[in-house]
């Protein structure tokens, strides 16, 4: 049997996409119609951000925790969080936590590592590329990250939390993120890591300058991967 993946929402866009991707992909696993069993907890987002305002790792962990007790009482077998900023509060919450946990930016990593990528930049929130979310998992498989400059990581940000958890995909935001990456082309990148998982709703492969790692996408393929075994 299966196991039971319990989704920790923040943002709804992303985290839709990957249950979506959860419930779709799992018939390539597990037959026709089929997917591992799933149940997931979302506390509004109004609740997380003036945490994230003020840099409270450990209140956003007290929330996440909140979502963790919920989803194991309802039998999760373990944990995953599309959003990748709110990873910077693991480490206040795995040694208390119920489950165990994937990490994002680890699955990233690992991809990128297996596509044999040896630099990548990195988008995502102003938080997530300026935190140590990322770095140190990048760090360990041996791959360069490589940032936009200050100015496009607000812009970037501010596109993220205007438009894009709202579900508004404009061509001109498109456009932004497409010279951005362009950037990162010409800084010798091989690939563009998209860390925020609203991010893959705007940019993919088909209209990104270089070849995309889908943070929404890889979580839940991992997710699945372990829920089969």
């Keep these: 049997m299966a196991q039971h993946i319990g989704v920790v929402a923040c943002s709804i866009p ?3 996409l990957c249950y ?3 419930g779709i992909e799992g018939a390539k696993l597990m037959g026709e119609w089929g997917h591992p069993e799933m149940t997931l907890h979302s506390i509004p987002m109004s609740e997380y951000t003036p945490l994230f305002e ?6 956003i962990a007290e929330l996440m925790l909140r979502s963790a007790e919920i989803l194991a009482r309802a039998g999760a077998d373990f944990l995953i969080c599309p959003d990748n900023t709110i990873h910077q509060a693991f480490p206040y919450l795995l040694d208390r936590s119920p489950r165990p946990w994937l990490h994002i930016a680890e699955e990233v990593a690992c991809e990128a590592k297996r596509r044999g990528h040896r630099r990548v930049g990195l988008t995502g929130t102003k938080l997530l590329m300026e935190g140590p979310v990322y770095p140190p998992k990048f760090a360990e498989v041996g791959i360069e990250l490589c940032l936009p400059a200050p100015e496009a990581r607000q812009a970037i940000n501010r596109i993220i939390f205007e438009e894009l958890v709202y579900m508004k995909f404009r061509p001109e935001s498109l456009a932004y993120f497409q010279q951005v990456i362009e950037g990162f082309k010409k800084q010798g990148c091989e690939a563009v890591a998209l860390s925020c998982t609203e991010i893959p709703l705007l940019v993919n492969d088909a209209n990104s300058p270089l070849p995309t790692l889908d943070s929404t996408r ?5 997710a699945l991967r372990k829920a089969v075994g």
């Design 14 to 16: 992303g985290a839709a």
């Design 20 to 22: 979506e991707t959860i």
């Design 54 to 59: 003020r840099g409270d790792w450990q209140g």
């Design 218 to 222: 890889l979580l839940a393929r991992a």
